[in-house]
């Protein structure tokens, strides 16, 4: 029930000057921001009790055009301590404004830029001395998107760093301005969609590029990468297993101890069987396949015997699950899989994942009797998620 159907007793401003501030925010907590809006409304007293900042914490405000917004409202999102923001298209002038009244921003995403920008328009990020965070989303440069002496300003605070649909002069040049962010722990990297369709032969980055990034950021732990190369074109074994240049002649692998690891717009074609052999590390594999070609050998099977830490698996398209479920760790205890599943296939998991927790599946209208199996066929399951799918 909405807080704006209750008409009837006594009203929420009568008892805000009776119970303590800490008991209004612990019961504020549990409303939706909605509700929390109609509580916000009532009284000033509880305006400000609204606005306490362990209400909004990892919130996130989207703004543009900054000329429109008031002092008040500045003044609301200071008193909330908000530090995560999400900006379209700011004038430079503007950016030096949002540094104004939002000085201790740990986390900025740009979104849906208009225009073509130039190297400095993100200049003014390194003034934010608690950024840790970067997002840029659907947006085109028409010089490098960080520059070097940014890159080298923001090397030693960010750790997240996420560019999706993104045109740029030269991606292997942005790649080799990234290797040089070595805090950061999280990196993700889609590129252009229009510059990968189907049937378009679009390089991949190189091998030194790609190496010398993953040499350069020792403390990475989560990558998601969209990878492309040219159809039938296998990238080789050791892409993602770049060698350790302090020990030449005998390989031994030189790169991060990545724990999670996201492949998109994947084609089975990209990589090898052993491509994922030195990345014992990984707890965590999401796989979204582009589309698969007949008589493809299905390498996921091999890349899974050499997981034995994975604890988590998502794979949205591609092979059968047939063709590596006897391959899948039982170390699983989380598993994702976006494609329509037969009684058979579930079978044959549940001898793989006797201790499964958690299982999100795809199925349509007809596969009732397959949904019915699921609780005797995972005892020891807490979380199961169904989507319907329309076939």
Not at 93 to 103: G, M
Not at 110 to 129: A, H, P, S, T, V
Request: glycine share 4%.
């Amino acid at each position: 029930m909405s807080l704006t159907s209750l008409n009837n007793g006594p009203s929420l401003v009568d008892f805000s000057s009776v119970l303590p501030p800490e008991l209004w925010v612990l019961v504020l907590s549990y409303l939706s921001k909605e509700d929390r809006y109609v509580v916000r409304a009532s009284s000033r007293r509880l305006r400000t009790l609204s606005d306490h900042p362990s209400l909004w914490r990892d919130s996130t405000v989207v703004l543009s055009d900054l000329r429109r917004y008031t002092f008040g409202f500045w003044s609301t999102l200071e008193s909330r301590r908000l530090t995560r923001v999400a900006v379209r298209h700011l004038r430079r002038k503007e950016w030096r404004r949002l540094l104004r009244f939002l000085p201790s921003l740990t986390a900025v995403v740009f979104l849906d830029g208009c225009r073509q920008y130039q190297e400095k328009y993100l200049d003014n990020l390194w003034r934010f001395e608690s950024l840790r965070e970067l997002g840029v989303r659907n947006a085109a440069w028409s010089e490098p998107l960080i520059s070097l002496t940014l890159a080298e300003r923001l090397a030693e605070q960010l750790t997240h760093l996420s560019v999706c649909n993104v045109q740029m002069p030269s991606e292997e040049d942005f790649i080799r301005t990234v290797s040089g962010l070595f805090n950061l722990r999280f990196l993700l990297f889609h590129p252009k969609e229009s510059e990968y369709r189907c049937g378009v032969g679009v390089s991949a980055v190189s091998v030194p590029v790609f190496h010398g990034l993953l040499l350069g950021l020792k403390k990475l732990r989560r990558l998601s990468w969209g990878t492309r190369s040219e159809p039938r074109k296998r990238l080789p074994d050791d892409y993602f297993s770049p060698a350790d240049p302090e020990h030449p002649g005998s390989f031994q692998y030189g790169g991060p101890e990545l724990t999670s690891l996201e492949l998109v717009d994947y084609m089975e074609s990209a990589l090898s069987k052993d491509a994922l052999k030195n990345l014992t590390s990984l707890r965590s594999l999401k796989i979204h396949y582009k589309h698969i070609t007949k008589d493809e050998e299905c390498c996921l099977g091999y890349w899974l015997a050499s997981l034995p830490n994975l604890e988590s698996l998502s794979i949205h398209g591609g092979n059968s699950v047939s063709s590596y479920a006897a391959k899948i760790p039982p170390s699983v205890t989380r598993l994702t899989l976006r494609m329509i599943l037969t009684l058979k296939d579930l079978r044959l998991i549940s001898t793989k994942l006797p201790q499964l927790k958690e299982l999100d599946i795809w199925q349509n209208r007809s596969s009732g009797s397959v949904c019915r199996r699921i609780p005797k066929l995972f005892p020891e399951l807490r979380t199961l998620r169904i989507r319907s799918v329309l076939r």
